[in-house]
């Protein structure tokens, strides 16, 4: 359905500069065969410059870019279409590590860049008999469709033809734009770097520095650990009472919120229990480090999904020197005094 309303408004607008070619494939399940055929058997198929490749995980949620291919140079042109994107780099980067294909597999094993859209809710109705158009969500067609023609349209303006360009790392915000930058290695790095500067800075003033620090890392590792704990249990004891007979349930919702409730109490229960003897700045400093540290280890083995601390650990940084340069920090640092 979109990519015939994808045809319909390019052939209702004016003609892009470049020819767009519309694919309708089957077999995906089966081993990828329509795409493979389509590669193998039409020259055309040797000719294409990107494609955007449209799936669905589930029947209803937002459109979202979870995967791209090839040289990253035309990337940014790509994010910046998007009308309401839902996207971050984080995903292509774990998708990688996935034993999972779609017809973009086959497609950048012939050197064609691309981008993935899908949107994944209600995937326990994937492959059922409930996956039919009376629980498709008219709203992530709409989505999705308006995602894909807009892609289409900036692609099919752009340079294709141009070099492999820097490795870019992104994510949205709230759906209004795209936040993207080059080199995300090298940025974490730097990340990494200020938010250990912040850190010692915000210590020096402590009478007991190492040990609130280290209390302090040790509640930062320690929450997400309790956080799963508690989370996983809860979910077990769930099961025990026979609220969840089977791995997909019709109605997972409340289940759901009781795992993520009982993980917030787990994550707040180490610094809780550790809070009085670290003392706030060793907390913060502790996150701080902790977020660092994984910033710098993402940086160097994942670089695409180091927004996920890097991004923290510059705002830590960004903070703690506000708070130095405020005539309240100074003051408060001269009553430490």
């Known amino acids: 359905a979109i990519v015939l309303e994808v045809a319909r408004a390019l052939a209702a607008g004016p003609s892009p500069p ?13 081993g990828l065969v329509g795409a493979s055929a389509f590669v193998e058997r039409h020259a055309v ?18 459109s979202f870019l979870f995967d791209t291919s090839g040289a990253p140079a035309w990337l940014a042109t ?12 984080v995903a292509p980067a774990i998708y990688r590590l996935l034993p999972n294909d779609t017809d973009l597999t086959i497609l950048d094993r012939a050197g064609v ?41 900036a692609l099919a303006s752009s340079d ?12 949205d915000v709230l759906g209004l734009g795209v936040v993207s930058w080059p080199r995300p290695r090298e940025v974490a790095l730097f990340a990494a770097a200020l938010a250990l500067l ?13 040990r609130a620090v280290a209390l302090g890392v040790a509640a ?4 997400p650990v309790l956080a799963w704990i508690a989370g996983s249990l809860a979910i077990a004891l769930l099961r025990g009472a026979g609220a969840l007979p089977r791995p997909f349930v019709a109605q997972p919702g409340p289940a759901l919120v009781a795992g993520f409730l009982a993980g917030c109490a787990g994550a707040l229960l180490a610094p809780a229990l550790l809070g009085r003897a670290a003392g706030r700045p060793g907390l913060v ?25 890097a991004v923290p650990a510059l705002a830590f940084a960004a903070g703690e020197a506000l708070r130095a340069a405020s005539p309240g920090g100074s003051r408060r640092a001269l009553a430490a005094d």
């Open 18 to 30: 470049r020819p767009v070619l519309l694919v309708l494939t089957d077999g995906e399940e089966a």
């Open 45 to 62: 198929g040797r000719e294409v410059g990107a494609a955007v490749n449209l799936e669905a995980r589930g029947t209803t949620g937002p």
């Open 78 to 89: 790509a994010l910046a279409a998007l009308p309401r994107p839902v996207t971050t780099s």
């Open 113 to 153: 860049p691309g981008v993935n859209l899908a949107f994944p809710f209600g995937a326990v109705r994937q492959h059922t008999p409930r996956d039919d158009v009376a629980h498709l969500d008219p709203g992530s067609l709409q989505h999705q469709g308006e995602s894909a023609l807009a892609l289409v349209r």
């Open 160 to 171: 294709l033809e141009a070099g492999p360009g820097a490795p870019r790392a992104w994510f």
């Open 198 to 210: 912040a850190a010692l800075a915000r210590m020096r003033r402590e009478p007991r520095p190492v």
């Open 220 to 223: 930062a590792l320690a929450a």
């Open 285 to 309: 400093a502790g996150a701080a480090i902790v977020h660092g540290a994984g910033a710098a280890a993402l940086g160097l083995a994942l670089p695409l999904a180091s927004p996920v601390l």
